[in-house]
């Protein structure tokens, strides 16, 4: 009778320990973030038309995937705050705390982000804004399509990914998608 449990004490903890270790070496905390955030549904390649709408500067910051670009800044704009299409084109318009002010111009699917020019984003592609240092925060934003600028009335102080405060649900961390305004004839 020992033995039977002695020898089923050892495969129970067999198999603990594999799924400890699976658990824990496994997944790094990028990896477990990444998966937090869910899938991307927007069906693109790793690149600059992926996870629209994600908080892109979670895994993009500095903290992880140091191999990978660090953005300063990162977004999406989208045409309505209830459809899932992006708005290609709208310009992001930055003021940093220096008075520097720059524009971010969105890619096919709405997305933009700012890289610094000594920083390791080594392509250049729609919806990039290659800047030559980071930006002094706080920052003063607005979003232009056509003739309209919708400005910003806060100052962004830290948070360097707008989907952290402008996510689809509303709710008391989120003020819905920033999304484009058609001029009014
Ligand atoms: C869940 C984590 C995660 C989020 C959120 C995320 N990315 Fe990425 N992104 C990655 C990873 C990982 C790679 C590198 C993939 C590879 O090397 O295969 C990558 C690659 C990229 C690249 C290519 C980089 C290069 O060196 O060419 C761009 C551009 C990019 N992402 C833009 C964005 C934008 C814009 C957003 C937000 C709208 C975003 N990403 C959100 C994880 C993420
Ligand atoms: C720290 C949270 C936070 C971050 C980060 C943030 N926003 Fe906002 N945003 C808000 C809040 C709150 C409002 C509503 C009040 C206001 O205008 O300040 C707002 C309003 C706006 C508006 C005006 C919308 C309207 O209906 O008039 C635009 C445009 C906007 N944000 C764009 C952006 C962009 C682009 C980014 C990323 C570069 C960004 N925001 C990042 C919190 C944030």
């Avoid at 300063?72 to 989208?78: D, H, K, N």
């Avoid at 003021?95 to 392509?123: H, I, K, L, P, Y």
């Avoid at 607005?142 to 806060?154: D, W």
């Amino acid at each position: 009778m020992d033995t039977v449990i002695g020898s089923l004490r050892r495969v129970v903890c067999a198999s603990l320990l594999c799924a400890c270790l699976g658990a824990c070496i496994g997944v790094s905390p990028e990896q477990r973030l990444a998966k937090d955030l869910g899938p991307d549904t927007g069906g693109h390649q790793t690149g600059p038309l992926h996870r629209a709408g994600f908080p892109c500067t979670d895994c993009h910051g500095p903290l992880w995937w140091q191999d990978h670009p660090t953005f300063e800044l990162a977004g999406t704009v989208y045409q309505s705050p209830t459809d899932d299409a992006g708005q290609r084109g709208a310009h992001v318009i930055i003021q940093d705390a220096n008075g520097q002010t720059v524009t971010a111009v969105t890619n096919s699917v709405g997305n933009f982000f700012v890289v610094t020019s000594g920083g390791n984003f080594r392509g250049s592609s729609e919806g990039s804004l290659v800047v030559p240092a980071g930006f002094k925060f706080p920052l003063r934003v607005s979003v232009k399509t056509g003739s309209v600028e919708q400005k910003m009335r806060s100052l962004i102080w830290r948070e360097t990914s707008c989907a952290n405060c402008h996510a689809k649900k509303l709710g008391a961390g989120s003020n819905g998608r920033v999304f484009a305004m058609e001029s009014t004839p």
